[in-house]
C-alpha cells in the first residue's frame, strides 16, 4: 500500500527535514509506503558528487539578486536546480524486498517515461546519466539517498519553470544538453494536480508492482 502525499510548496530545508522524519518512521515501520509532492523555492542543491559545487555558476550577489538559495544536500548525483512549476516528488519507500538502489532508480526513471508517454512525449535515458530526456533536452532530474533500504529524495520535474535559472549551473554537470519542461514541449500544458495524479497512477503500478511481485 503506498500513500500519496502533498506538502504544498516547502522551502528545501524544512522539506528535508520532513524527509528525514517519515524516513525515520518509515524504518521503524510506523508509517506506510509514500510518494510525497512538493515545490520548492527557487534553491541550488548539490548531491555527493565529487567537485558538485564547482558546477555553480553564478556568485553570491547573483544569487542574492535572483532569489535563490543554494544548499548542499546528501541526495545522490551533482548539481540541479529547484523552483516553482516544477512537480518534485519524494518517494520514502521500502526496497528490503531486493536490496537494488539500481533497479529501483530504473523503476523510477520508467514511472517518469510512461507518464509523459501519457502525454504524447517519447522520453528517454541517456546511457551512463540519471534524469530523463526528450532529445537533447534534460526535462526530470533524479537524485535518491537510502538509509537501511528505505529511500528518501527523488525526482523534479519541470512542468513550467523559469528554465532561465538553470544558466546558474551545469546542470547534473552535463555540457551536452539542454533543459526543457512539458511546457516547452506541449501545445496544452496540463494542469500540476493532473500531472501528480497521472504520476501516482504509474508509480503505483512500476514501484508498487516491484514489491508485491518479489
Known amino acids: 500500500m503506498i500513500e500519496i502525499l502533498d506538502w504544498g510548496r516547502t522551502p528545501y530545508a524544512l522539506a528535508l527535514k520532513q524527509q528525514k522524519n517519515r524516513l525515520l518512521a518509515r524504518i521503524e515501520d510506523r508509517v506506510k509506503d509514500a510518494l510525497i509532492f512538493t515545490e520548492h523555492d527557487p534553491v541550488f542543491t548539490t548531491g ?3 567537485d558538485a559545487a564547482q558546477h555553480l555558476l553564478w ?3 547573483e544569487l542574492q539578486k535572483r532569489g535563490i538559495s543554494f544548499y548542499p544536500s546528501n541526495r545522490g548525483g551533482d548539481i540541479t536546480y529547484h ?3 516544477q512537480v518534485v516528488g519524494y518517494p520514502i519507500v521500502s526496497i ?3 536490496r537494488d538502489l539500481h533497479a529501483y532508480l530504473r523503476d523510477l526513471e520508467t514511472v ?3 507518464t509523459l508517454a501519457h502525454y504524447g512525449l517519447k522520453a528517454n535515458r541517456r546511457e551512463g546519466k540519471t534524469g530523463i530526456w526528450i532529445e537533447q533536452g534534460k526535462i526530470c532530474a533524479l537524485g535518491v539517498a537510502v538509509k537501511k ?3 528518501y529524495h527523488g525526482f523534479a520535474l519541470n512542468l513550467d519553470p523559469d528554465l532561465t535559472h538553470f544558466e546558474g549551473i551545469v546542470p547534473c554537470g552535463i555540457t551536452d544538453g539542454t533543459v526543457t519542461s512539458l511546457k516547452r514541449e506541449l ?3 496540463p494542469e500540476a494536480a493532473k500531472l501528480k495524479e497521472r504520476l501516482a497512477v504509474e508509480f503505483k503500478r512500476v514501484i508498487g508492482n516491484s514489491a508485491e511481485l518479489l
Open 48 to 50: 555527493l558528487r565529487k
Open 59 to 61: 556568485n553570491e550577489a
Open 83 to 85: 523552483g516553482p512549476g
Open 96 to 98: 528490503t524486498h531486493r
Open 112 to 114: 517518469i517515461i510512461n
Open 149 to 151: 533500504w528505505v529511500t
Open 187 to 189: 501545445s496544452k500544458l
